[in-house]
């Protein structure tokens, strides 16, 4: 589909930013990020990680203590907010109650003094894409909350910003809902072609959103990347266990064989990280898994049926294995011995000392 701005996108460039608050909290260790024009960017981490302080650098609510954004090529560090054409959509969607959908899109392009026919246009062509043209006439205390964030993201869309920032923006509304909004918002961002930074502290709404998930920590960013690949190659403990269930192995975990073959030992003293799904319940002794897989003998300590697959937690000495099976939970007794394999491809060694912010 054509892009609806037929602008070309802008990079947004974090060079060396870092933010100490007036009371002295050092918020943002010193960073650098490179977002690429027209592509979706995800700040994902828990609670206090620094997510809205960084966006809030970039839209310019803060002007940080070191450091410059760069939109394009042009160093905004100092601009103010309403100079940096960027669109932004909080959690809560604010709109103006006593205004009907069409006048709070509308209320952007009236104070940028754009003349009526040409707003009128405007207002029409964003309503069609959040799919609300039907509701246009309505208060915003007439429209669900699903409908009243559509109403904030084609508010901050109008006047074709730059930058689209949104923080939190689904995050009052419920799961499916929010899968929803999240798909359409995707769908939005590719036929504006805008640069979008998205903050979230949910892993699975960043993997459905992004090109790039940033995943934070502590006021700095600890990996970033495509979410298959920070997803499959976490460097540290922190994102492997952030970005979904994970068994944590350390190196030096006894009992572990290749099938039909010999016991083998994990190489340095490391920790690894393997999946839930990575791992399988197998008959007596693995031997059915290929040569090469690695073979653990335990005990079923629990079985959690969960709709889709089965949780079921394995002893193996020290160790305790989750894995996600689609075994049913008949054939899994509690206390019965079984075998687990896995592709040693599977595990990810994991980086002991905090990892540099490159
Ligand atoms: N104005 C302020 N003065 C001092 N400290 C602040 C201020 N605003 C935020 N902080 C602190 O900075 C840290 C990062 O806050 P931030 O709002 O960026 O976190 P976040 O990752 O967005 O978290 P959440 O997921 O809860 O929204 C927190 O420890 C917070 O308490
Ligand atoms: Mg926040």
Redesign the pocket.
Known sequence: MANVSERTALPVTIQGVAHT???G?Q??HETDLMIQPGTFCTLL??????????LRIISGLITPTEGAIIIGNRDVTNVAIQERNIGFVFQHYALFPHLSVRDNIDFPLKTRKIDKAARREKVDRVLDLVGLSHLADRMPGQISGGQQQRVAIARALVYEPDVLLL??PLGALDRKLRQQLGAELRRIQQETGTTAVY?T?DQEEAFLLSDTVVV?DD?GIVQRGAPEKVYNHPETEFVARFLGDTNILASDLAGIRAVGGDPVELEGDGRYSLRPEDIVVVDAMGESQPAGHYALDGTVELVNFMGSSTKVTVRAGEALLHIDTHLSAEHLTQGAPVTVAWDPEAMVRLETRAPATA
């Open positions: 608050f007036d009371n909290f918020a943002l981490g828990p609670s206090g990680s620094g997510k809205t302080t960084l923080d939190e903050v502290h934070m006021g």
